[in-house]
Nanobody, 121 residues
């Protein structure tokens, strides 16, 4: 099995910063793309940022310049540094990873359970 566990969410004032972390564990051969998504109440889940294994990145326009995604391949961990947070960033943030399991012939998408980020005005 593979598990993704997020940490680092919480309550922060507008203009503040938070860093989220997500660790993938289990019977892993390799982790390819890793990313962060978010879902606010009544809205669809949306991409925040994604990072390939070679550390190339892509960001949603709404967070460009305010967020930085990074990863540690040795630790199967992805981070999301969020600065200048706004009330509209309030959401549940989900980690996603494309994982090759040991002995598997194909990769699969895995999701974490989510971590709440609340930005007060």
């Amino acid at each position: 099995q593979v598990q993704l566990v997020e940490s680092g969410g919480g309550l922060v004032q507008a203009g503040g910063s938070l860093t989220l972390a997500c660790v993938a564990s289990g019977t892993i051969f390799r982790v390819d793309a890793m990313g962060w998504y978010r879902q606010a109440p009544g809205k669809q889940r949306e991409l925040v940022a994604i990072i390939a294994r070679d550390s190339s990145t892509n960001y949603a326009d709404s967070v460009k310049g305010r967020c930085t995604i990074s990863r540690d391949n040795a630790k199967n961990t992805v981070y999301l540094q969020m600065n200048s947070l706004k009330p509209e960033d309030t959401s549940v943030y989900y980690c996603n990873a494309v994982v090759w399991r040991l002995g598997s012939s194909r990769s699969r998408d895995y999701w974490g359970q989510g971590t709440q980020v609340t930005v007060s005005s």
